[in-house]
C-alpha cells in the first residue's frame, strides 16, 4: 500500500501506467511550497468555446482530482460562464463555493503538421537507377505516404485561490484527440509527475 502522504497530496499520480504525455516548458513559483489539498475543494476548470466540450473536460478533470485525494469539483457546477469570465468576482465566487484551488486548462494553439514516409528502400523498382526512374517519377503526384496530424498546444495552470497566485504552469503539445476527456486525464497525470519532480508535490 502506498503511503497515506502520496495520495493525500494534490494530483499525487498512482503507478497505473505510462502516458506518452510530456511538457515542453514547466515553472513553478520560487517560493511555492509543497501543495497539500487533501480533503479540500479544488475546481476544475477546462476553457473552450465549446460548451459540450468544456463540460466533459471538466468532469473527467474533476474525477482525477478526487481520485487524488482533493474534492475535485467541476467549475461548471459552482458558477455560470459568465461568472467565471468576470475578472474581479470569479475567483471570489469560487472561494464562496469552498475552492482553496484551481486546475485550470486552455488550447493555446492548433497546428497542421505534415509526415512524409518514404517505405522501405528495396524491391526490383529500388535495386537500380533505370528501374526507378520510370516508376518513381510516375508515382510522383502520389500523396498516400503523405500524413497530416492536427497538433495542439495545451497550457496548464495550478492556481491557489486563498493567496490568488499562481503555483505552477506547462505547456505541452499533443494530437488532437477524438476524446478530449482521455487527454486532459493524461494531462493532469503528467503535470503531477513533472511538479513531484520540482518538489512542488511530495
Known amino acids: ?52 466540450t468544456r463540460r466533459k473536460a471538466e468532469d473527467a478533470l474533476a474525477r482525477e482530482l478526487t481520485a487524488r485525494g482533493a474534492q475535485g469539483l467541476a467549475a461548471y457546477t459552482l458558477v455560470s460562464l459568465e461568472q467565471l469570465k468576470d475578472q474581479t468576482g470569479a475567483r471570489a465566487r469560487l472561494r464562496d463555493a469552498g475552492c482553496a484551488g484551481a486546475l485550470v486548462m486552455r488550447v493555446t494553439a492548433r497546428e ?26 510516375g508515382m510522383a503526384y502520389d500523396t498516400s505516404y503523405l500524413r497530416t496530424d492536427t497538433v495542439l498546444s495545451i497550457e496548464t495552470l495550478v492556481y491557489s485561490l ?9 505547456t505541452s503539445e499533443i494530437l488532437e484527440p477524438s476524446n478530449i476527456e482521455e487527454r486532459v486525464v493524461e494531462l493532469a497525470t503528467a503535470a503531477a509527475d513533472e511538479m513531484r519532480k520540482e518538489g512542488l508535490i511530495r
Open 112 to 137: 497542421q503538421q505534415i509526415s512524409s514516409y518514404p517505405g522501405v528502400y528495396s524491391g526490383a523498382r529500388y535495386s537500380s537507377f533505370s528501374g526507378y526512374s520510370g516508376w518513381g517519377w
Open 162 to 170: 486563498e493567496e490568488d497566485k499562481l503555483l505552477w504552469a506547462g
Open 1 to 52: 500500500m502506498l503511503p497515506r502522504w502520496i495520495t493525500a497530496s494534490l494530483f499525487a499520480v498512482l503507478a497505473a501506467g505510462c502516458s506518452s504525455t510530456s511538457f515542453r516548458t514547466t515553472w513553478r513559483a520560487p517560493d511555492a511550497g509543497p501543495i497539500d489539498y487533501a480533503g479540500k475543494k479544488v475546481a476544475a476548470i477546462f476553457i473552450s468555446p465549446e460548451e459540450s
